[in-house]
């Protein structure tokens, strides 16, 4: 009697491993989607402006001109960050290419390597700003079907997506992404250092026809221990770009100019 009973043990210890691989690879495609959602995949640039925001006083402001690019290889894509203003900061540059980042700064005519952590602006870091495929930095582990209120306090129904990160220069350890059911829209983001302290909360706002697509032309950054320390990203002037690879050189960095977008 025992044989048969531990080989029913074994059926059933393989059928939840499947399960499992199933629920992890619809979690996958789903974070794959809310990708797609985010980011074009040809070349494009567009405008962010950053705005910090402090018991509800604005305190500070940046613009930036983004020019990204997918390799299609690596599954990441390549960006370039150029400071349009305040005046104090134009012309600086910050260039993201596969596991590298790298600020430049016209003053000293130098480029240092950073972390995706770096703080930009307020509440957003340098990993914020330039274009991410989450389903190449993060592994989703589970997809729960859970109704939030959203940025405009609309009920969404959703799934909850738990992140750990895939990669060593994941620019967050964890993340707890909630993404529209009927849409693949991201909708809100919790992000988590490797103490397991809640960084920040996002909210995806102002979804408009971009480039082909529905996307979030605004994001709310709330810190995770003053909530009342906001920053706000828009984005805007979004457009179809033939980007050199050249661009994407960090020896390239002291000899780029700002293009009109």
Known sequence: MKKPILLVLVACAL???RLYAED???AQKILAASDAVRNPAKPFGLTV?????RSANEVDSNTLAI???LDGQAG???TLISYVGPARDAGKLVLENGTEMWF????SEASIRISPQQRLLGQASTGDVV???LAHDYRANTAAAEDITDGDHAQRHCYKLELEAAVSDATYHRIELWVEQSTNRPVKGKFYSDSGHLLKTAF???FQSQLGLERPTEIVIIDGLTPSWVTVMRYSNYLWSEIPDSWLQRDYLPRFRPVSQ
Request: proline content about 4%; cysteine-free; hydrophobic content about 25%.
């Open 49 to 53: 402006v950053l705005t910090e925001y």
């Open 104 to 107: 430049y700064d016209p003053s």
């Open 204 to 206: 995806y706002r102002r």
């Open 67 to 69: 020019y990204s690019k």
């Open 15 to 17: 059928a939840a491993s």
């Open 24 to 26: 992890a690879l619809d």
């Open 131 to 133: 274009t991410v495929n």
């Open 76 to 78: 990441r894509y390549r």
